[in-house]
């Protein structure tokens, strides 16, 4: 498998322990920076009433095509090539479910700004909004390991860095959504849950 995630293969299985239930009456997802699409396969093996839609920035497609063919699973589409910040890229589908893992700090704000501005019209109503990855609370990181990972997102790309809770709601809720779940997962994440009102 082409850009192999060891963290994807950790956290896969706490999340789909989730998704079992908050995704039971979706039949689309639309799922933002799909990376090596292991969650995507893991989670369409499972949940086969869905339709899984890959999506990446263009630099990422290749090998997001060539992993989505060797996964053969008729319920996970083709990528699409998805830059959020790019109004034009966003598909004219509507979707039942949206969901995003460990993209916000990889993101710049101005992007994960985009990321919620261009969100509605991908989605309908009651829509879920499923967001997987680490967040600050008031300011302050939620562990020690969070802080470090922070620092090592900096080295990397000074525009990156975890997002503060408080801050992503308020973009959430200004595109639409209703905050419905915070829910603690392994090794210091979030999954965090809106519905489109």
């Known amino acids: 498998m082409l850009n192999f995630s060891e ?3 950790r956290n896969k299985h706490p999340i789909l322990a989730q998704l079992i239930t908050l995704l039971s009456d979706c039949r689309s997802v639309l799922e933002i920076g799909s990376h090596s699409g292991q969650h995507a396969f893991h989670f369409a093996q499972h949940l086969p009433q869905l339709n899984w839609q890959l999506s990446d920035r263009a630099l990422g497609i290749e090998a997001l095509s060539h992993n989505q063919n060797q996964a053969d699973l008729s319920n996970v589409l083709a990528p699409i090539t998805l830059d959020v910040a790019n109004p034009t890229d966003w598909p004219q589908q509507k979707y039942t479910a949206i969901y995003s893992a460990n993209t916000l700090h990889i993101m710049s704000v101005d992007h994960v700004k985009a990321f919620f ?6 989605c309908q109503s009651n829509t879920i909004l499923v967001i997987y990855g680490p967040f600050n609370y008031q300011g302050k990181y939620s562990s020690d390991s969070n802080e470090t990972f922070e620092q ?5 790309d000074p525009l990156s860095g975890i997002r503060d809770f408080e801050w992503v709601n308020e973009l959430a809720t200004a595109a639409g959504f209703l905050f419905e779940a915070d829910i603690d997962m392994p090794a210091n994440n979030q999954l965090l849950v809106w519905r489109m009102s």
Do not use: D, G
Request: glycine share 0%.
């Open 7 to 9: 963290s994807c293969e």
């Open 117 to 122: 501005n261009n969100l509605p019209k991908v």
């Open 152 to 156: 090592w997102l900096k080295n990397r």
